[in-house]
């Protein structure tokens, strides 16, 4: 396959960079790594997503991974993924995988990356739209140290840092406690403002009751007001929400551990999904239990 031809020939280029997937979190990673002088090929399965980045736009995924030092993929699902680089990826790359798909895949494509004959880095990030647009994500690496060091110069420009955690899988088994934690406290920041206005004490005043004391939480805060104002714009969308949890479910029965508070989390996602919130902020959940929301 032949590689797409550079857009920008009189960039500097430091790494070749293959970027699949440009949504809501890879545009703004693919875009700062153009802008900081790497050679980034992009595709999309929507290609409109992946114009306007400072990239090479590709037409197949083939075509970007053929000669790229470093493949990115930041794609919504297991399965996405693994149909993205279905045998295109090439010996001697580094594939970092750093979407969010979940113990049993990143297992699977380690195997494929070897089976290539290229280097797997586990390598999902933490973080909302806004900290991807500013470089400010935190993405956490699992895999052989020198695939990390070979990857450090895109990790740095997305990133502002990088926790090496040991083998491969490590990563993917931290993240999916990191976002247990934090779509758990969404749904009880829902309940509890949705307790507060049904017992008419107030929401807004039940954030301003626990602001800055033992109690509080930054990202109750910030999910809260958003809850409040009914602002659905997504920083983390509630369909990509509730995917994470279904995979958060998964580990944790393989681990032989019932999350009850998962459970009822996903019962009310799946409400507010079905009333038509999917595309809307996590923060949307509380739409699954105010009294007639439709």
């Not at 045998?87 to 494929?112: C, H, K, N, S, Y």
């Not at 991807?132 to 695939?147: I, K, N, Q, R």
């Amino acid at each position: 396959m032949t590689p797409c031809a550079p857009a920008l020939p009189d960039i500097v280029r430091y790494m070749i960079v293959a970027f699949l997937g440009t949504g809501a979190m890879g545009a703004p990673m693919a875009r700062n790594l153009a802008a900081a002088g790497h050679e980034v090929r992009a595709w999309n399965r929507t290609r409109a997503h992946a114009e306007g980045l400072g990239a090479v736009v590709c037409a197949m995924p083939a075509e970007a991974i053929a000669g790229a030092e470093i493949v990115v993929t930041m794609l919504a699902d297991g399965p996405s993924t693994a149909e993205t680089v279905d045998g295109a990826l090439q010996p001697g790359a580094v594939w970092a995988q750093m979407g969010t798909v979940g113990i049993e895949w990143t297992e699977r494509f380690a195997d494929l990356a070897g089976a290539a004959g290229a280097e797997f880095l586990d390598a999902p990030v933490i973080g909302s739209t806004p900290a991807a647009e500013a470089g400010e994500l935190v993405v956490f690496a699992s895999g052989a140290d020198e695939a990390i060091d070979r990857a450090e110069p895109v990790f740095s420009v997305v990133a502002q840092e990088t926790h090496r955690l040991g083998a491969v899988g490590a990563a993917t088994r931290l993240k999916l406690v990191f976002n247990y934690w934090v779509l758990g406290l969404t749904a009880l920041t829902a309940e509890v403002l949705a307790l507060a206005d049904g017992l008419d004490v107030g929401g807004e005043r039940f954030l301003k009751l626990i602001e800055g004391g033992f109690a509080d939480s930054v990202y109750a805060q910030m999910k809260g007001k958003k809850m409040l104002t009914r602002d659905w714009s997504p920083l983390f969308k509630l369909a990509l929400g509730r995917k994470d949890l279904t995979l958060v479910l998964e580990a944790a029965a393989g681990a032989g551990i019932d999350l009850a508070v998962a459970r009822s989390a996903l019962e009310e996602m799946d409400r507010a999904v079905a009333r038509g919130y999917g595309d809307g902020d996590t923060a949307a959940v509380i739409e699954a239990i105010r009294p007639g929301s439709a």
